[in-house]
């Protein structure tokens, strides 16, 4: 992790990799809230997923869960009976998390990028960048920037890092930016950025 002025840089290559018990794939945690808390309390978690093989999904009662697919051909979802196709990539499907969901991937292994919250305390927005965008910071919010594909650039809004230097910091791809102060930032993708807007609900 390095850290500007204004926001701390996670970077993918210090993330470690977590095994399903099932077997069926590995979680990258990105970032979560409060740090540390693990499953059972976070407020909000964030993190990227090798989907390796079918099965089911595991249950997470009383959160919010939002998937994006990265890579790959894409996957089936059923959820609570209902089938849903998440085969196009960067586009974010909403499920509940106390759900019985069931995963069928459609030609092989996926990359999918996942967004949870706890229902009644955080809610959250997912937008897909992939253009020139001014991240706006609200009062007592968190955004998490995740470079998804690419690469991407952030700065201040006056073109700096916070540091003095006017090129920002770059964004490898699954590299991620936490910005918990408000104010805005100059975010340049050079690909596609997932910007993550946490709100609390109470």
């Known amino acids: 992790m390095t850290t500007s002025e204004r926001f701390q840089v ?5 993330r470690p990799a977590t095994a399903w018990l099932n077997g069926g794939g590995v ?25 390796a093989s079918a099965g089911p999904f595991s249950p997470f009662p009383g959160i919010d869960r939002v998937i994006t697919l990265v890579a790959g051909a894409g996957m089936a979802l059923t ?5 849903q196709l998440v ?16 995963c069928r991937l459609l030609g092989g292994p996926v990359v999918d990028f996942n967004v949870m919250t ?12 992939s253009a020139p965008a001014d991240v706006e910071v609200p009062a007592e919010s968190t955004v998490l920037l995740v470079c998804l594909a690419g690469s991407a650039l952030i700065g201040d809004s ?15 791809r699954y590299d991620a930016a936490l910005l918990d102060e ?5 975010l340049r993708p050079d690909g596609v950025t997932a910007a993550i807007t946490f709100r609390p609900t109470r």
Do not use: C, M, N
């Not at 959820?79 to 089938?83: H, S, T, Y």
């Not at 706890?118 to 960048?129: F, I, M, N, Q």
């Not at 700096?160 to 230097?165: A, I």
């Open 79 to 83: 959820v609570d009976g209902v089938e």
């Open 27 to 51: 979680t990258r945690e990105v970032a979560g809230f409060p740090a540390g808390a693990g499953l059972e309390k976070f407020d909000w978690r964030v993190s990227l997923a090798d989907v």
């Open 118 to 129: 706890r229902r009644g305390r955080v809610e959250a927005t997912v937008d897909l960048l």
């Open 158 to 172: 006056d073109g700096t890092d916070g540091t003095g230097s006017t090129e920002g910091v770059e964004l490898s």
């Open 10 to 14: 996670l970077r993918a290559s210090e």
């Open 182 to 186: 408000p104010g805005t930032h100059r």
């Open 87 to 102: 085969d196009a990539p960067y586009r974010p499907f909403a499920f509940s998390g106390d759900a019985t969901t069931d």
